[in-house]
């Protein structure tokens, strides 16, 4: 059910009382009172000249009669309705022959590029990677519940200045020689070879002109694939693209296309030519830029901490060539959507998850491909930018030395942390527990705030065995299945609802149900993470007060069966969608 059948029920009823037909149903404020609310005769009782409370008690005189499945009643104006036991007994069954029974449909599937990668060949994997992969990969899961076919792409930085400064680097400790002077053997490359050379060159750029100059130029020789120094990147890039696999691997993160920044650049010149052909581009200060402003429009740049917005007005040329012939990431990003358009056909809707700080990046990148005509007028273009991860003194989350962190060192701990957990409370465990449950608590303690926002990497609270958590979550899977294991025998059979433990129950998987549709809309997790911890909650007041091993009545038991199975369906099917596994023991 959704609010809709009781919004149709209300209405016919509303037209027959010679009102309009327009009345909403929400969920109940006031949910120890009635399941669902109708605030609308307020307004009817201003067109009508009448009092609310007359208008609402008029409505639900005329409500279908042989309704058996809502009661309603009224209060100062508003119509309360309830859920009858008969009506949560079919839904409950209903939703335990078809996972998919309460979820609204979606009429029109899509088909979607998901770009929520971005991880940088050469360089470490670091925590800003880390929430595009966890919030891409639950949206992906998500659109595709609601049946939309989505294709994700990895979309690595493989096409950068980091790519010349570390193969300078390499080459001025030696370890190119090889190549360079045909000296000794060919080196292997390995990972910690490039561990140790791009930070090392990273924080020389910043002090050493000159050597900053001479890795543009380097980056600038790969980018137009002269020899020796296109081969060498290509085993750079193999190396470090393994080791990114496994990173996102750990955390659950798959992608369909493995393509980077640097298969787009082939699709460079073909874009440059679209944009120039279309008399967009013009010449500023040695650079090639197309004029993307759009006329009174104010952008915001940047929220201060008292809530200010501050505006750069007009949005700023999107720059798209420069005198040096360096590839620019606003030119990559579109000819990175050229080539998507040219290799896949109808594509509805293409989706990045990155720092909420690329906004204007990719409003400009948006705003060239649309003028050029390389994104079709009805594919839409969407950037969710997400909040930053900071420590608790409200800052982004760094090491103790002021570094980024790096994703290995953030796996290490999450996995050291759930270890500790799981050893106090004597569990016997192996690695890949470990990393479900830490991975899995840093997944929630992330989803459950709005995409947008700014949250504190807590991971003590995030692992917390009670509260809204991940691992509340997967240990009420475990605790339901150990229940289930014990039963071992006992058949499942009608569920019938008639006490307040189960009725708390269906209301929360109502809940859950239309959770789905809330979180497509705003591209969010939030509620769906809320609305599993109610269901978790609802549960655990159920076991708390009832005992199904020892419940005499065989079908009121085999009733019980089934609804510990519907609830640990709900919320394996959420958990799946959240992308976060459940061990077997914790
Ligand atoms: N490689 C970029 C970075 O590390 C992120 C790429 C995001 N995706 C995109 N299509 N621009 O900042």
């Known amino acids: 059910m959704t609010t809709k059948d009781i919004e149709l029920l209300l209405n016919n009823a509303s037209i027959a ?97 998901l770009d929520y990668g971005g991880a940088n060949v050469a360089k470490a994997l670091h925590i800003g990677h880390l929430r595009p992969a966890i919030i891409g990969e639950s949206l992906k899961r998500l659109y ?31 370890k190119l020689d090889y190549y360079f002077q045909g000296k000794g053997e060919e ?28 890795a543009e130029d380097w980056t600038v020789k790969i980018q137009s694939k002269k020899e020796p120094y296109y081969s060498i990147y290509k085993k750079i890039r193999a190396v470090s693209v393994e080791k990114i696999k496994q990173h996102y691997g750990e955390l659950g993160a798959t992608f369909d296309l493995w393509y980077g920044e640097s298969d787009a650049s082939e699709y460079i010149p073909h874009a440059l030519k679209i944009i120039k052909e279309k008399g967009l581009a013009r010449e500023s200060e040695g650079a090639i830029v197309v004029d993307v402003a759009v006329e009174g429009e104010n952008i915001p740049i940047q929220s201060d901490k008292d809530g200010t917005k501050r505006y750069k007005n007009p949005m700023p040329p999107c720059i798209i060539e420069k005198g040096n012939g360096a590839v620019l990431y606003a030119t990559t990003d579109i000819a990175t959507i050229l080539m998507r358009n040219m290799t896949i056909k109808d594509i509805d809707r293409i989706e990045y998850v990155t720092d909420a700080r690329q906004n204007m990046h990719f409003t400009q990148v948006f705003r060239v491909c649309k003028l050029a005509g390389i994104s079709p007028k009805n594919q839409i273009l969407l950037h969710i930018g997400n909040g930053t991860m900071n420590g608790k003194d409200g800052k982004p989350f760094k090491t103790r030395s002021g570094d980024t962190i790096k994703l290995e060192d953030i796996i290490d701990m999450l996995v050291n942390k759930a270890s500790k957990k799981l050893s106090a409370n004597g569990v016997e465990f192996d690695r890949d527990t470990a990393l479900m449950i830490g991975v899995g608590a840093m997944k929630f303690g992330d989803l459950v705030n709005n995409v947008g926002k700014d949250y504190v990497f807590d991971i003590d609270k995030f692992l917390a065995f009670e509260g809204k958590t991940g691992p509340y979550l997967q240990y009420t899977v475990v605790r339901i299945n150990s229940i289930l294991n014990k039963l071992n025998g006992v058949k499942g059979g009608e569920i019938n609802i008639d006490n307040d433990e189960m009725r708390e129950i269906i209301k929360a998987i109502i809940k859950l149900n239309s959770s789905y549709s809330i979180c497509y809309r705003e591209k969010s997790l939030s509620s769906l993470c809320s609305a599993s911890f109610d269901l978790a909650s609802a549960f655990s007041t159920f076991y708390n007060n009832i005992s199904v091993a020892n419940e005499k009545d065989e079908i009121r038991k085999a009733g019980y069966i089934s609804l510990l199975n519907l609830v640990k369906n709900k919320l394996m099917q959420a958990l799946g969608v959240l992308a976060i596994e459940v061990p077997k023991k914790m």
């Open 17 to 113: 009382c010679g009102y309009e037909g327009d009345l909403t149903v929400s969920f109940s404020n006031l949910p120890k009172i009635c399941d669902f609310q109708c605030n609308g005769c307020f307004k009817i009782a201003k067109l009508h000249g009448q009092n609310p409370v007359q208008v609402a008690n008029n409505i639900i005189d005329k409500i279908d009669k042989t309704n058996k499945d809502y009661e309603f009643s009224v209060l100062n104006g508003f119509i309360n309705i309830k859920l009858t036991d008969q009506k949560l007994s079919q839904l409950a069954n209903e939703y335990l022959q078809d996972d998919m029974a309460g979820i609204e449909k979606r009429e029109r599937k899509q088909k979607i590029v």
């Open 144 to 174: 595709k519940l609601f049946g939309d076919e989505v294709i994700a792409d990895v979309h690595l930085g493989d096409w950068g200045l980091q790519m010349g400064l570390c193969e300078l680097q390499l080459f001025e400790d030696g």
């Open 187 to 214: 080196p292997v490359i390995t990972l910690d070879m490039l561990n140790e050379a791009y930070p090392k060159a990273s924080a020389r750029k910043n002090t050493d002109e000159d050597f900053k100059k001479k």
